[in-house]
């Protein structure tokens, strides 16, 4: 027969310091745990069904000598009833988990999908654009409530204000909301269908942006002003004449000339190699260079410590202002960007591509 410890006092409990394992008494099993680092703490020992469980009960002096007999009494008579209280403590973590996911807000979710798709973008613009656009028109409106509970009505609170005044900007926010529904789901947030999704879903109650959006074209000059446009041209001087220059001889954009490199340009071969970081698309664009190109470029001065083909006059790439510049000063109705539109129109109606 197992010897019956002593039931000790709180005084008698308070001066056990050496390190060990200390039976208290009062209830079979409850032992005070005292570690070389002087630290205490209460587990009691007990059997559950054909299992030894330790079980901790709390920190000495947080849990008292009698609140550590009151817990003891507690779950031995849940093992008494067949109930093992690890296993329960267990499942109601596990509980208490799943309900905090699950209540997860839509303005936590956004942060969170936005975090994990921020390495996709090509720049920190883009990044930011992202959220922003989340942040001004779904969150007022979404933000605070369960990601889980998030459905069509509240999709379209979001969409229709806009839709049919911003309407590109509401496809974005529309592709942003499907992201982060998407993500909740797959992180186990929410379940059930996407009501943020287009197709079979959405294009039944709103209309195609395509029947509304109204498209806003750069202006451009007509194709057969070009020639003497080019002329007035190469008579000005400067560094954003020379930029505009090259880029209607190109048909590039202006990110794509202002951050040109010398290393990119293949004087042997004619060629001009963009790399993928700076291109729209994301891939690598070769551009042939004209006669036209080759001599641009030739007559270029090269700056000491600078890359750049067309840089700034205080060093550094040549900023968008100072192209756009000179197509003001010269007084034509359109934009560099316009340019690329009056290469297309020469194209297709002066040539058979």
């Known amino acids: 027969m197992p010897k019956k410890v002593k039931e000790m006092s709180a005084i008698e409990v308070k001066r056990l310091t050496k390190p060990g394992r200390h039976a208290v008494g009062g209830i079979p099993g409850l032992l005070l745990v005292v570690k070389d680092s002087g630290a205490t ?3 009691l020992r007990v059997t559950v069904g054909n299992k030894r469980r330790n079980i901790g009960l709390g920190g000495y002096p947080e849990v008292s000598l009698a609140a550590a007999r009151e817990k003891a009494r507690a779950i031995k008579k849940k093992v008494e009833q067949g109930i093992d209280p690890v296993q329960e403590r267990q499942a109601r973590r596990r509980a208490l988990i799943n309900s905090q996911m699950i209540e997860m807000t839509f303005a936590e979710a956004a942060i969170r999908c936005h975090e994990s798709k921020a390495p996709e973008f090509k720049n920190e613009k883009h990044v930011k654009d992202w959220i922003s656009s989340i942040n001004l028109y779904a969150i007022p409106v979404i933000g605070n409530l369960p990601v889980n509970e998030i459905g069509l009505p509240h999709v379209l609170s979001v969409l229709e204000p806009i839709w049919a005044e911003k309407t590109e900007t509401a496809t974005r926010v529309r592709q942003r909301i499907e992201s982060i ?3 909740a789901t797959v992180s186990g947030h929410r379940s059930g269908d996407n009501p943020a999704r287009w197709r079979g879903h959405l294009d039944a109650v709103l209309p195609k942006p395509s029947k509304i959006r109204q498209k806003k074209h750069f202006p451009a000059l007509p194709w057969q002003e070009i020639g ?5 041209l190469r008579k000005r001087k400067g560094m954003g ?3 505009l220059e090259f880029a209607i001889l190109t048909a590039a954009r202006s990110g794509e000339i202002r951050f040109a490199t010398w290393d990119e340009i293949d004087f042997e071969g004619k060629v001009w190699t963009i790399p993928a970081e700076r291109m729209k698309a994301g891939r690598e664009h ?3 260079l004209t006669d036209g190109a080759i001599r641009l470029l030739e007559s270029l001065p090269k700056f000491e410590g600078s890359p750049y083909v067309f840089p ?4 550094g790439a040549l900023s968008d202002m100072s192209i756009s510049a000179v197509c003001r ?3 034509v109705d359109a934009v560099p960007h316009g340019f690329r539109s009056t290469f297309r129109d020469w194209c297709s109606e002066s040539m058979n591509y």
């Not at 003497?228 to 007035?232: A, I, P, Q």
């Not at 700034?312 to 060093?315: D, N, P, S």
């Open 41 to 43: 703490s209460w587990i």
């Open 181 to 183: 529904l998407t993500w």
């Open 228 to 232: 003497g446009f080019m002329r007035d």
């Open 241 to 243: 004449a020379r930029a």
């Open 286 to 288: 070769r551009v042939p």
């Open 312 to 315: 700034a006059v205080r060093g």
């Open 329 to 331: 000063r010269m007084k």
